[in-house]
């Protein structure tokens, strides 16, 4: 099963950029959706997650306030806004479909990841 992330680009910090998540109904419908991070050098760090529904949502203490995320269910896609670009936050960024109905912050919670997108942000 397969997930596609899209919408990384180079932007100036203080920027924005709009990250989207798209997949097949069967990987979606009942499951929560988490976004990631890697950058060069480091491990991957979770950067939010929303429940099945759109109902709950939860991020990183370093992207609050900042980003945001939403879910379409009838166009099985998942958006994470983000806001106030930093250069710390360039990095790869992941989506990934959970296990479970509610996201967790660990990685090894979900099952299906896409191949990421790039997000660079300059100063």
């Known amino acids: 099963v397969q997930l596609q992330a899209s919408g990384g680009g180079l932007v100036q910090a203080g920027g924005s950029l709009r990250l989207s998540c798209e997949s097949s109904?069967?990987?979606?419908?009942?499951?929560?959706v988490g976004w990631f991070r890697q950058a060069p050098g480091k491990e991957r760090e979770f950067v939010a997650t929303?429940?099945?529904?759109?109902?709950?949502?939860s991020f990183a203490d370093s992207v609050k306030g900042r980003f945001s995320i939403s879910r379409d269910r009838a166009k099985y896609t998942v958006t994470l806004q983000m806001n106030s670009l930093k250069p710390e936050d360039t990095a790869v960024y992941y989506c990934?479909?959970?296990?479970?109905?509610?996201?967790?912050?660990?990685?090894?919670?979900?099952?299906?990841w896409g191949q990421g997108t790039q997000v660079t942000v300059s100063s």
């Open positions: 990934a479909a959970s296990r479970y109905s509610i996201g967790a912050t660990s990685p090894h919670t979900y099952v299906s």
């Open positions: 109904r069967r990987t979606f419908s009942n499951n929560a």
């Open positions: 929303i429940s099945w529904n759109g109902g709950i949502t």
